[in-house]
């Protein structure tokens, strides 16, 4: 377990948070960036706003981390704990990529494997003083809708709510949450595009 002088700093505004709500804003973006940001930008807060479609987009990347492995885990399988939470925000600054305004947008905006359409309009987003946004799930079929924000000031409480720890089960095929005597399986085949499972931000 790393202690707090070996991680980066909390970036202002987000030392009131609790370490869910600031942890995202804490680390650098990954090598290839994120949907709605770019390389060398901040890193955002991103989030599903139910509990399934939270368990789709995680299922993804629990995919993409087992196929990425350079040998197979012990028993073929991957055990791991995750924390669902609750959270407020609020802000005048946003925007609803999901209101019809943006149907004719939906396909560059829900693809799968190309992120360069959503990094440009992220960028703009932050350029044009946007705090946060809604927007539909690329990995869920439903499009279901998701929340992402630049930075903390949106956040109307700097608690979180409703904890709740779930136990994953990720193998070659499946992705597996169980939560309080409920399951949510999430099969590969889902998130395949043209046989393959896509790069995060490629």
């Known amino acids: 377990m790393l202690d707090s002088?070996?991680?980066?700093?909390?970036?202002?505004g987000t030392q009131r948070l609790h370490y869910l709500l600031a942890t995202p804003f804490r680390y650098p973006p990954l090598p290839h960036g994120s949907r709605f940001g770019g390389r060398f930008e901040p890193s955002l807060f991103y989030a599903g706003s139910s509990v399934q479609v939270t368990l789709c987009e995680n299922a993804y990347y629990?995919?993409?981390?087992?196929?990425?492995?350079?040998?197979?885990?012990?028993?073929?399988?991957?055990?791991?704990?995750?924390?669902?939470?609750?959270?407020r925000y609020r802000t005048q600054q946003g925007a609803k990529l999901h209101s019809p305004g943006f149907d004719r947008h939906q396909e560059r905006l829900r693809d799968p494997a190309d992120y360069s359409a959503t990094q440009a309009l992220g960028s703009a987003m932050r350029n044009a003083?946007?705090?946060?946004?809604?927007?539909?799930?690329?990995?869920?079929?439903?499009?279901?809708?998701?929340?992402?924000?630049?930075?903390?000031?949106?956040?109307?409480s700097s608690s979180v709510f409703n904890e709740k720890s779930c136990i994953c089960q990720t193998t070659e095929r499946e992705v597996l949450f169980s939560m309080e005597r409920k399951a949510s399986r999430f099969p590969l085949d889902q998130f395949l595009?043209?046989?393959?499972?896509?790069t995060p931000a490629p």
Request: a positive charge; charged letters at 20%; aromatic letters at 14%.
């Open 5 to 12: 002088d070996s991680k980066p700093p909390c970036p202002p």
């Open 193 to 198: 595009v043209g046989g393959r499972l896509p």
């Open 62 to 87: 629990r995919f993409y981390f087992y196929h990425d492995m350079q040998a197979p885990p012990p028993k073929r399988q991957l055990r791991s704990q995750h924390t669902l939470f609750e959270f």
């Open 129 to 156: 003083g946007i705090k946060g946004f809604e927007y539909r799930s690329a990995r869920d079929p439903a499009g279901a809708i998701n929340i992402a924000l630049f930075d903390a000031t949106p956040f109307s």
